[in-house]
């Protein structure tokens, strides 16, 4: 199949069909909804998006590799040099560099954007927490907003890409939101919080109660009520997100919309639980996974085949409940 999806690229240089290739087995080992969602992509748009996995996969991996000999300095250098490499366009014999550069020169994505990305990759190693909405939103714009921006010319439009770019960045954006309620607990003992301290403050919660919550392994009210508040935020940005949908080109509208709703799903799980996002992460389970992507690849074969698919959309109830099926990863 990869091959298949390389030919559809016309990717022929063996070397960059190796590159592509790293890129494709870090997105299936690491970002499994998103590599589900992928699979509904037309095959020359799959190498693509495996590349632009690999590169922030690459720069994630600077930051959180466990390895107690590097310190922030080490891990600055290693973004600087990422960085660099990228500014050049020397991939330097890194494949998944050489994967990203040829992605964003064949779809000319711009610079800026992965500039945006590694500035927010850099605020990872001094910045801890965030006192409002506005300073959350700089590291956001950088860390998720640009993902949906760079996708934008794969996936294609119906319209003017500018029309349909702020649909992307809040796609993307919903889905940071998501995983920073999800990964409170993570990221916590990592000794960073995703939220805006004035925000928690309305409710009488700060870090050193969310930090006893996790110690004890149990959710106080006030905090339920603060989580609850993000996640209604959360829910509004999907809602407005999920009405961009129809300026994609049509054959990647069932990609996106089962992203969506997929991911959408998690904030479901978090309310099931009431909260309780401490101890255990929030996940969809294998059997709603396979439902939701079984009818997105129908959907997909239907919109790259030129037929009309009768049912109505399974994204009109994005960030509703999930149904609770166990677990997805």
């Known amino acids: 199949m990869t091959r298949t999806e390389l030919d559809a690229a016309g990717i022929t240089d063996p070397s960059l069909r190796d590159s592509y290739r790293i890129c494709r087995e870090l997105n299936a080992r690491h970002g499994k909804t998103f590599f589900l969602a992928t699979r509904l992509l037309a095959p020359d748009q799959r190498p693509a998006v495996h590349a632009l996995y690999g590169f922030a996969r690459r720069a994630d991996d600077i930051l959180d590799e466990f390895d107690p000999r590097l310190t922030t300095d080490d891990r600055a250098a290693r973004l600087g040099t990422l960085a660099a490499q990228f500014d050049r366009g020397d991939a330097d014999g890194d494949p998944v560099l050489a994967a990203v550069l040829h992605t ?55 319209c003017p890409e500018s029309e349909a770019a702020p649909y992307a960045a809040a796609l993307g954006k919903a889905f940071q939101l ?29 870090r050193e109660l969310l930090g006893w919550c996790r110690a004890n ?32 080109a049509p054959r990647s509208r069932p990609c996106v919309s089962t992203a969506l709703l997929l991911y959408s799903d998690i904030l479901g799980c978090i309310e099931d639980r009431d909260f309780d996002v401490f101890g255990r992460r929030a996940t969809v389970g294998n059997r709603r996974r396979v439902r939701v992507g079984a009818e997105g690849l129908l959907r997909a074969w239907w919109a790259r085949h030129g037929a009309r698919d009768p049912r109505p959309s ?16």
């Open 217 to 248: 392994g149990r959710v106080v009210p006030k905090v339920r009520r603060a989580l609850a508040a993000q996640h209604e935020t959360t829910r509004r940005i999907y809602e407005f997100a999920r009405e961009g949908i129809r300026s994609l």
């Open 178 to 206: 998501t995983n920073f309620l999800r990964d409170i607990d993570e990221d916590l003992a990592r000794d960073r919080v995703y939220l805006p301290a004035d925000e928690l403050a309305a409710f009488g919660v700060d």
């Open 104 to 158: 964003a020169d064949s779809y000319r994505i711009g610079d800026e954007l992965f500039d945006a990305f590694l500035t927010s990759m850099r605020m990872d190693l001094s910045v801890t927490d965030y006192p409002d909405r506005a300073a959350l939103d700089v590291y956001v714009y950088g860390s998720a907003e640009v993902i949906g921006l760079q996708l934008l010319p794969i996936l294609g439009t119906a």
């Open 314 to 329: 399974t994204t009109s109830h994005a960030g509703s409940r999930s149904s609770g099926t166990g677990t997805m990863r």
